[in-house]
């Protein structure tokens, strides 16, 4: 039974269990239309109330302001890792593209042979590599425009012995140098490392200012988790199925002065003349933006079970939008911390205590004796607490604390830490 359980899986990871009754409704009858959700248009009217619900409550919850844009793509997190590439290398490559040719003019050729140029010498995209995902990210990167355009900007496994789990200092950090012309094409980190349980405390300071770099943030695992200042992002991403919603879906929030008509990007051509690759069509954020989100089938029972989730949080913390959640999840966070830190004999926390995350709290038992941990986690099981089991990448403990763990669920969770320091 759903009430027994305490469910801590990094992702798919619990919904709330109101929403969960009412989805099966609607999936078989919605609106008394007789049809469900799964089974009417994307083109609907209903469909079209459900998109414009969702954006609403997430511009909200996180007090989105009025030039950006929320998108839904059906790309999950790692699609996400490639469009950015694709739409942030575009714009860059047009602005190059218009400055050069209002210096040589008409003549294509030249404009082409100088593009070129500047593209071999000056395309660089940073990335801060603070775990698995962001690593991921970065090699994706350099997959679809060669690793010489990728410049990882810090690798914290370098500063860990080989391990992630800190986040080096900013000024270790080596971004590419803001010039006049321009810099990087785009700065990427990912908030919060899902596997290392490793999450920014903040905005990092040298992605900041007038003359910033495109910041894209991969919020997959900590999205309406805490407040967010979405004007220092040009993109943030995340595929909904951890925080948010059902697996389907992944939500983007971009500036719109990246969108046509305030930018535009170099053509399918241009790129493929310079070497650069071009990204699908569903990818494509000015085609996405431009349609509604409706550019093709759009999974509208994802959007709605997301937007039900939001809407749940609006209700709940009003006035105080995300910032009600945020108290709530960091109660929970210090709770389970807390106790590990007091058995630290017998727990140990993996990442760095400034950057651990809220969201993913990685811990080994009896410094990771495999005997030690099966047992905890046997034991836990039958407590009905599940899903605690680390990433396969680096065993241990995980304990997930999205939105939909109850502080009753955590609580529970305390206590079996606790006990389990007795047997
Ligand atoms: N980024 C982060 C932080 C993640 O945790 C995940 C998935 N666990 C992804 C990206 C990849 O998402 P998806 O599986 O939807 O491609």
């Known amino acids: 039974n759903r009430s027994d359980v305490n469910y801590f899986g990094a992702g798919p990871a619990p919904l709330p269990?109101?929403?969960?009754?009412?989805?099966?409704?609607?999936?078989?009858?919605?609106?008394?239309?007789?049809?469900?959700?799964?089974?009417?248009?994307?083109?609907?009217?209903?469909?079209?109330?459900?998109?414009?619900?969702?954006?609403?409550?997430?511009?909200?919850?996180?007090?989105?302001?009025?030039?950006?844009d929320?998108?839904?793509?059906?790309?999950?997190?790692?699609?996400?890792?490639?469009?950015?590439?694709?739409?942030?290398?575009?714009?860059?490559?047009?602005?190059?593209?218009?400055?050069?040719?209002?210096?040589?003019?008409d003549d294509q050729e030249e404009v082409l042979k100088r593009l070129r140029k500047v593209v071999d010498e000056e395309l660089k995209l940073d990335y801060?590599?603070?775990?698995?995902?962001?690593?991921?990210?970065?090699?994706?990167?350099?997959?679809?425009?060669?690793?010489?355009?990728?410049?990882?900007?810090?690798?914290?496994?370098?500063a860990n012995g080989g391990k992630f789990g800190v986040i080096p200092p900013e000024d270790q950090w080596s971004l590419t140098p803001r010039t006049s012309g321009g810099g990087a094409a785009l700065a990427y980190f990912c908030d919060n490392e899902t596997v290392d349980g490793v999450e920014f405390p903040a905005f990092p300071?040298?992605?900041?200012?007038?003359?910033?770099?495109?910041?894209?943030?991969?919020?997959?695992?900590?999205?309406?988790?805490?407040?967010?200042d979405v004007r220092k992002y040009a993109v943030?991403?995340?595929?909904?199925?951890?925080?948010?919603?059902n697996t389907g879906i992944a939500i983007v929030i971009i500036r719109k002065s990246l969108?046509?008509?305030?930018?535009?990007?170099?053509?399918?051509?241009?790129?493929?003349?310079?070497?650069?690759?071009?990204?699908?069509?569903?990818?494509d954020y000015p085609t996405i933006a431009k349609n509604n989100s409706l550019y093709n089938t759009l999974p509208i029972f994802d959007v709605w079970v997301a937007g039900q989730v939001m809407n749940g949080l609006v209700n709940t913390y009003g006035t105080k939008r995300i910032g009600g959640q945020q108290e709530i999840s960091d109660e929970k966070a210090s709770l389970i911390y807390d106790t590990l830190d007091k058995y630290s004999d017998i727990y140990r926390v993996v990442p760095d205590k400034t950057v651990r995350s809220r969201m993913n709290?990685?811990?080994?038992?009896?410094?990771?004796?495999?005997?030690?941990?099966k047992a905890f986690l046997a034991g836990a099981e039958k407590q009905g607490l599940l899903g605690l089991k680390g990433h396969?990448?680096?065993?241990?403990?995980?304990?997930?604390?999205?939105?939909?763990?109850?502080?009753?669920?955590?609580?529970?969770?305390v206590a079996y830490l606790e006990d389990f320091t007795k047997s």
């Open 361 to 373: 709290i990685c811990f080994r038992v009896h410094g990771g004796d495999a005997d030690k941990e």
């Open 205 to 228: 300071k040298s992605l900041e200012g007038d003359d910033a770099p495109l910041v894209c943030a991969d919020m997959s695992s900590n999205f309406i988790s805490r407040k967010v």
């Open 236 to 245: 943030i991403f995340g595929g909904a199925q951890k925080n948010i919603g």
């Open 259 to 283: 969108l046509p008509p305030h930018s535009t990007p170099a053509s399918p051509d241009l790129l493929r003349q310079l070497n650069l690759s071009v990204g699908p069509i569903v990818l």
């Open 128 to 158: 801060l590599v603070t775990g698995s995902w962001s690593l991921k990210a970065s090699q994706e990167a350099a997959r679809l425009i060669g690793a010489q355009h990728v410049n990882v900007a810090t690798d914290a496994r370098k």
């Open 17 to 68: 269990t109101v929403v969960l009754e009412k989805a099966s409704q609607v999936l078989l009858n919605y609106r008394e239309k007789g049809i469900g959700l799964c089974e009417i248009s994307h083109r609907s009217p209903e469909a079209n109330e459900i998109l414009a619900e969702a954006k609403q409550a997430l511009s909200t919850l996180l007090e989105i302001p009025d030039d950006y």
């Open 70 to 105: 929320i998108l839904f793509l059906q790309s999950g997190g790692s699609g996400e890792f490639s469009a950015t590439v694709y739409n942030l290398v575009a714009i860059w490559v047009e602005k190059k593209r218009v400055k050069i040719a209002a210096e040589v003019g």
């Open 392 to 413: 396969r990448s680096v065993g241990g403990i995980r304990a997930s604390n999205y939105n939909a763990v109850s502080l009753e669920g955590v609580r529970k969770l």
